[in-house]
Nanobody, 122 residues
Framework: QVQLVESGGGLVQAGGSLRLSCAASGRTISLYNMAWFRQAPGKEREFVAR????????YYADSVKGRFTISRDNAKNTVYLQMNSLQPEDTAVYYC???????????????WGQGTQVTVSS
């Protein structure tokens, strides 16, 4: 198994930025497609972004496209989510995820991090 630990969450004003990190241990992230999901109060866990293990192709939910950037550093065994132009609607617990599957949805995720809280104030 791989262990995933998120960090970098916090409280920011609308329009601000945060950079989340996901540190992996136990196995290398090069084995997996990596992704970020989020879950807001009263809502289901939703897909945010993913990065392919081979091509590093990036995919984003429409709600964050153009504002968020996912990246990976295999040497550091870490995945990042750069979040810019944050809005109150982005407030959620953000989860790092690893999967062997090509379908990056919650039901296909093999490993989850513990989550990190992101709160955006207006």
């Amino acid at each position: 198994q791989v262990q995933l630990v998120e960090s970098g969450g916090g409280l920011v004003q609308a329009g601000g930025s945060l950079r989340l990190s996901c540190a992996a241990s136990g196995r290398t992230i090069s084995l997996y497609n990596m992704a970020w999901f989020r879950q807001a109060p009263g809502k289901e866990r939703e897909f945010v972004a993913r990065i392919n293990r081979i091509t590093s192709s990036q995919y984003y939910a429409d709600s964050v496209k153009g504002r968020f950037t996912i990246s990976r550093d295999n040497a550091k065994n870490t995945v990042y989510l750069q979040m810019n132009s944050l809005q109150p609607e982005d407030t959620a617990v953000y989860y790092c995820a690893a999967t062997y599957s090509s379908r990056m949805e919650a039901n296909s995720v093999d490993y989850w991090g513990q989550g990190t809280q992101v709160t955006v104030s207006s």
